[in-house]
């Protein structure tokens, strides 16, 4: 099982999802990640790493690169109203055109996929799948909701992908 590392502020919780505001190690926010709640093992709120982290965010937020994608703005367009924190993100990105990136469910196939959402169902999604190292490659994959342990959006990953679709990829691809 692969662990990943987030570090960040909580912003929002659901039943099954917590709606996460990633900033990475240079004190930048790096996305929204909405991630399955089972599948957090641990939760820490004091070390000296999170001492350190506050000292670069100030430095970041002095020199203004703390929020270059706009996090902030962008999860103010989300409507979490009707919807559960996951829907509410996918539905937001695929009517946005948004790339997104998506975490199959551990103990599943853990893999994850980058792109753009093609269709959402009541209980799944179709993406359209980009691979930056084949850009003539086009896959669709099937995700149901059940499946996803999470979904990010606004981040260097999703953004830098966008920049490579406009560059490379045809327009009609998503």
């Excluded at 240079?26 to 000296?48: P, Q």
């Excluded at 499946?147 to 959006?153: A, G, I, K, P, S």
């Amino acid at each position: 099982m692969r662990i990943i590392f987030l570090a960040g502020n909580v912003i929002a919780m659901d039943k099954k999802f917590v709606l996460f505001k990633r900033v990475n190690q240079n004190g930048a926010t790096d996305g929204a990640i909405v991630i399955r709640t089972n599948t957090i093992s641990k939760l820490i709120t004091e070390s000296d790493y999170l001492k350190s982290l506050m000292a670069i965010i100030a430095l970041a937020c002095k020199r203004h690169y703390d929020d270059v994608w706009h996090v902030e703005k962008l999860l103010s367009y989300v409507d979490f109203s009707q919807h559960s924190l996951l829907k509410a993100t996918l539905r937001w990105a695929f009517k946005a055109d948004q790339v997104v990136s998506l975490g199959v469910h551990p103990g599943r196939s853990e893999k994850t996929y980058t792109g753009f959402i093609a269709s959402l169902k009541h209980d799944k999604l179709q993406l359209n799948e980009v691979e930056p190292t084949d850009l003539e490659a086009r896959w669709q994959v099937k995700l149901a909701y059940a499946d996803l342990n999470y979904v990010e959006v606004g981040s260097f990953k999703t953004y830098g992908m966008t920049a490579i679709l406009e560059r490379y990829m045809a327009q009609d691809f998503h």
